[in-house]
């Protein structure tokens, strides 16, 4: 009888292991998910003193507190948010990347900008360093042109409006290609 480690096992249990930490790590996103939305609370999923930036965000938050009235303004300008997983979240040691696409209708005030009654659907993610199983920091990604263009704030790519923006910025004009 040989005594050497049955090596289909060892590679089954590894794999059992590897598929409960997605598994941990999936709960944690599907938390934060419906924080944004308000169907949870940040503080199922982040520590007290967490720290959240995003491009909306004028300077980095810290704690659940200042999370949630982040969350609710922009929930407030857009009453219909969905938040949607685009794909399952990965993790490596203490990060975790969550994939996600949001689709709402700005109905309400957000910040100074008026409601647009335009609808929106931003693809983005949140890039998470986790600290005993719950979010300490997260930042926020996603494109902040295109949800203006979304909006009607801005022109759109390529057109004129855009032309006219850049020079306005010093950038100059864009020579086409033939």
């Given at each position: 009888m040989s005594s050497a480690p049955d090596e289909p096992a060892e590679a089954d249990l590894a794999a059992g292991e590897a598929?409960?930490?997605?598994?941990?790590?999936?709960?944690?996103?599907?938390?934060?998910?419906?924080?944004?939305?308000?169907?949870?609370?940040?503080?199922?999923?982040?520590?007290?003193t967490v720290s959240y930036e995003d491009p909306l965000a004028v300077q980095p938050l810290v704690g659940t507190d200042p999370l949630e009235r982040h969350a609710e303004a922009l929930r407030v300008a857009f009453p219909d948010v969905r938040v949607e997983r685009t794909a399952p979240a990965l993790?490596?040691?203490?990060?975790?990347?969550?994939?996600?696409?949001?689709?709402?209708?700005?109905?309400?005030?957000?910040?100074?900008?008026?409601?647009?009654e335009q609808s929106l659907v931003i693809h983005g993610l949140h890039y998470l360093e986790l600290a005993d199983g719950r979010i300490n920091r997260a930042r926020g990604f996603f494109d902040l042109y295109d949800g203006s263009i979304q909006l009607g704030l801005l022109p759109p790519r390529g057109g004129l409006g855009?032309?006219?923006?850049?020079?306005?910025?010093?950038?100059?004009?864009?020579?086409?290609?033939?």
């Open positions: 598929e409960l930490e997605r598994a941990e790590v999936d709960v944690l996103a599907d938390r934060w998910s419906a924080a944004w939305t308000g169907s949870g609370g940040f503080a199922a999923c982040c520590t007290a993790q490596r040691g203490g990060h975790a990347c969550v994939p996600w696409r949001l689709h709402g209708t700005h109905l309400g005030r957000l910040a100074s900008l008026p409601a647009t855009e032309t006219a923006l850049l020079m306005l910025q010093g950038f100059g004009l864009r020579r086409q290609k033939p």
